[in-house]
């Protein structure tokens, strides 16, 4: 089984500051993560793909890097709108999905 | 356009088993390579894969539910069901259904529902 160790659990910053949120899998995924940005109440949407990719719609102030274990999203230029929960989720198994713990992105 | 939307009790007495179904529009659960299935997030934490189906019926759980959770499809209503035995506090939870086109992406998620258990 995959796990994913997320960092931070939870962030603070300024509207127009950038920021970074990292997963690491236990094994090597290639290029196979995905992150979600999750508002209360709602299902999550899905932001990137392929660990860089970004979905349609995605405003190109997030961006993701990485291969193997190690991965990030970032968000440049933070906006209000952007206060969320964020996860990672390795998707390279059919038999298992192991989501990442989350990072709480709040802005001060 | 794929929607989906979850449907059962939001009240669960302890012991007792879940049964929620999730109806498919706008595509046919049949089509070829998805799976199907069910994540749930408890107040306040994280998100938990419970387990998938594939459209040909093979079946895929979290280890830590695999005793409890059965999910099924029923291609006739275009839907699919997941039961959940001895239920106690701890599954008290938001619970979503979602689509997976193969080997990837959760691409689609049923808006959630939140289910309690108590007595």
């Known amino acids: 089984d995959i796990q994913m160790t997320q960092s931070p659990s939870t962030l603070s910053a300024s509207v127009g500051d950038s920021v970074t949120i990292s997963c690491r899998a236990s094994?090597?995924?290639?290029?196979?993560l995905a992150w979600y940005q999750q508002k209360p109440g709602k299902a999550p949407r899905l932001l990137i793909f392929?660990?860089?990719t970004l979905e349609g719609g995605v405003p190109p102030r997030f961006s993701g890097r990485g291969s193997g274990r190690d991965f990030t999203l970032t968000i440049s230029s933070l906006q209000p709108d952007d206060s969320a929960t964020y996860y990672c989720?390795?998707?390279?198994?059919?038999?298992?999905?192991?989501f990442g713990g989350g990072t709480k992105v709040e802005i001060k | 356009q794929l929607q989906l939307k979850e449907s059962g009790p939001g009240l669960v007495k302890p012991s007792e088993t879940l049964s929620l179904t999730c109806n498919v529009s706008?595509?046919?659960?049949?089509?070829?390579?998805?799976?199907w299935g069910w994540i749930r997030q408890p107040p306040g934490q994280g998100l938990e894969w419970i387990g998938s189906?594939?459209?040909?019926?093979?079946?895929y759980y979290n280890p830590s539910l695999r005793s409890r959770a059965t999910v099924s499809i029923d291609a006739s209503r275009n839907q699919f069901s997941l039961t959940l035995t001895s239920m106690s506090a701890s599954d008290t939870a938001v619970y979503f259904c979602?689509?997976?086109?193969?080997?990837?992406?959760?691409?689609?998620w049923g808006p959630g529902i939140l289910v309690i258990v108590s007595s």
């Open positions: 979602m689509r997976r086109p193969g080997v990837d992406v959760v691409s689609h």
């Open positions: 706008g595509d046919s659960i049949s089509k070829n390579s998805y799976y």
């Open positions: 189906i594939y459209y040909l019926g093979s079946t």
């Open positions: 094994q090597s995924i290639t290029r196979w």
């Open positions: 392929k660990a860089s």
């Open positions: 989720l390795p998707y390279n198994s059919h038999s298992e999905l192991t």
